[in-house]
């Protein structure tokens, strides 16, 4: 069985790369999705520990975001740097003739060969795979469909339905086909107010089904990967316009409540609060958002808290969206 190896710069495409694991975890089992190379023991040689894991998987995909490629360090780019972990996970798999996908994320566009080092240039021809946040379950499974031959395995089909319920539908379809035509002007009736009854695209919604949104937000903390996943995609996609959602997720961001909240959980906080509509937040939330954001980064500073990266990048976005 193969296995794919997931490449990203932290500060460039952390929350997409752990989202987009999860997602591929679920789909062929976390013994065959990579993210990160860890456990390399103090003193050994990082580059060939990198090769090492990279030699082992089938295929690799390369997170590329807007700033993939003008990263800097200490006022060079760190693509440039021979040491840089994210061109020698590249490199390494390019070498190896290992199947290299980039995954392009936030409208990042494909790099130029004539802007990459040379051992990353073959790169730029590479075919590229878009993720969007509109279409994410859908280009997620497009992509779990052209990785199935490198792992060996693939997504479960939906089961065909028995010999006898085939029979039995047979059987029926006169009748129901009278039925259908009755079903169908109902729905389209249905349809049809909906698209002039519902909320235009960008427009902010300022009630929501309070009790489902509540729900969902407990949800973001569930234990169940699954579950967590399901929620935030949700809160996104439906209450994204929602003043009710900002407020309850906004609650989340409390002292009291944040310091409680799983490392997934503090995740799937900040990411529906990144990703929601700006103009669906009273003057209060975004206050609110702003003294619990200063708060823990104070505390960040201090050395009195310690989160990961992933949270501490999406710390960082949140504070920037709402100082516009």
């Not at 035509?181 to 929501?208: E, F, R, Y």
């Not at 959980?265 to 937040?281: F, I, M, Y």
Request: hydrophobic fraction near 50%.
């Amino acid at each position: 069985m193969g296995a794919i190896f997931i490449s990203y710069r932290r500060e460039d495409t952390e929350g997409h790369a752990g989202r987009l694991f999860e997602d591929l975890a679920e789909r062929f089992g976390k013994e065959a999705v990579f993210i990160d190379v860890s456990g390399i023991e103090p003193g050994r040689d990082f580059r060939k520990a990198i090769d090492t894991n990279v030699a082992r998987c089938t295929v690799l995909l390369a997170m590329i975001g807007p700033r993939w490629l003008e990263a800097q360090a200490d006022g060079h780019r760190r693509i440039d740097d021979p040491g840089d972990f994210v061109r020698i996970e590249t490199a390494s798999a390019l070498k190896r003739d290992i199947p290299v996908v980039p995954v392009l994320v936030q409208g990042a566009r494909m790099p130029e060969a004539a802007a990459l080092p040379p051992d990353l240039a073959d790169l730029a021809f590479r075919n590229a795979v878009e993720l969007s946040h509109a279409r994410w379950d859908s280009d997620v499974q497009v992509l779990a469909q052209a990785l199935a031959p490198h792992v060996g395995s693939a997504p479960a089909a939906a089961p065909a339905p028995p010999a006898a319920a085939v029979e039995t539908a047979q059987a029926r379809s006169k009748g129901a086909w009278r039925v259908a035509g009755g079903v169908i002007l109902l729905l389209a009736v249905a349809a049809l107010a909906w698209q002039l009854l519902k909320p235009h695209a960008g427009s902010v919604d300022a009630g929501g089904d309070r009790t489902r949104i509540a729900a969902l937000v407990q949800q973001l903390n569930d234990a169940d990967m699954a579950q967590r996943k399901a929620a935030t995609t949700e809160l996104i996609a439906e209450y994204g316009n929602s003043r009710v959602a900002v407020e309850l997720v906004v609650d989340q961001l409390s002292e009291a409540t944040f310091g409680k909240l799983s490392k997934e959980g503090r995740v799937n906080v900040l990411t529906v609060l990144v990703e929601s509509n700006l103009s669906a937040w009273t003057p209060a939330q975004r206050e609110e958002a702003k003294a619990a954001v200063a708060r823990i980064q104070q505390r960040l500073a201090a050395g009195t808290a310690v989160l990961g990266p992933q949270v501490v990048e999406l710390l960082g976005r949140l504070e920037a969206r709402l100082g516009r």
